[in-house]
T-cell receptor, first 116, second 113 residues
Framework: AQTVTQSQPEMSVQEAETVTLSCTYD???????LFWYKQPPSRQMILVIR??????QNATENRFSVNFQKAAKSFSLKISDSQLGDAAMYFC?????????????FGAGTRLTVKP | NAGVTQTPKFQVLKTGQSMTLQCAQD?????MSWYRQDPGMGLRLIHY???????DQGEVPNGYNVSRSTTEDFPLRLLSAAPSQTSVYFC????????????FGQGTRLTVV
């Protein structure tokens, strides 16, 4: 079974600085999808960024970018110019494609604090 | 667009009671699923459905039932609530078989006393 590991239960960053959240996963598949979700105190799950495993180029979305290392099964999230609104729980998630059982597997989450 | 709508947002049950968590989506998504979120464990899949009339078990299905009679609705039933089912429950939907992200409802905080 696929597993997703986030080794940092908590992280903090100074406003305007850069922070990197780590995620590793275990899979025997060659094609899959990876996601970072943000969960603010409102509890809503918000997609931050998505990466297709067949793409070598790292995904970016404004201040958010990933470092996808397929051989190492690593998928870290970099937040640049951190803002107070970035404070939230961040979940890394893995999903298989084109199978009936294509459930999304989540890591345990990293709580990010942004200090003014 | 309403997206994924979950009701209720909060619920307190007594041990042994039953209830249904409602989930509806208006995006014509094939795939719907239910997760529970517990501290330190992320989100774990309870049940999922790949289309109307088709459901299957996820990682933690015991104590829960689902059905999918329409594309839009995917209710989750707690048959006999137990304190171990105290959790936050999320319903999610997505287009097809895994090539897109999941869209989530706002969650239901359930407490079983």
């Amino acid at each position: 079974a696929q597993t997703v590991t986030q080794s940092q239960p908590e992280m903090s960053v100074q406003e305007a600085e850069t922070v990197t959240l780590s995620c590793t996963y275990d899979t025997s598949e060659s094609d899959y999808y990876l996601f970072w979700y943000k969960q603010p105190p409102s509890r809503q799950m918000i997609l931050v960024i998505r990466q297709e495993a067949y793409k070598q180029q790292n995904a970016t979305e404004n201040r958010f970018s990933v470092n996808f290392q397929k051989a190492a099964k690593s998928f870290s999230l970099k937040i640049s110019d951190s803002q107070l609104g970035d404070a939230a729980m961040y979940f890394c998630a893995y999903r298989r494609p084109f199978y009936n059982n294509n459930d999304m597997r989540f890591g345990a989450g990293t709580r990010l604090t942004v200090k003014p | 667009n309403a997206g994924v709508t979950q009701t209720p947002k909060f619920q307190v049950l007594k041990t042994g009671q039953s209830m249904t968590l409602q989930c509806a989506q208006d995006m014509n998504h094939e795939y719907m699923s239910w997760y529970r979120q517990d501290p330190g464990m992320g989100l774990r899949l309870i049940h999922y459905s790949v289309g109307a009339g088709i459901t299957d078990q996820g990682e933690v299905p015991n104590g829960y039932n689902v059905s999918r009679s329409t594309t839009e609705d995917f209710p989750l039933r707690l048959l006999s609530a137990a304190p171990s089912q105290t959790s936050v429950y999320f319903c999610a939907s997505s287009y097809g078989r895994g090539h897109t992200e999941a869209f989530f409802g706002q969650g239901t905080r359930l407490t079983v006393v």
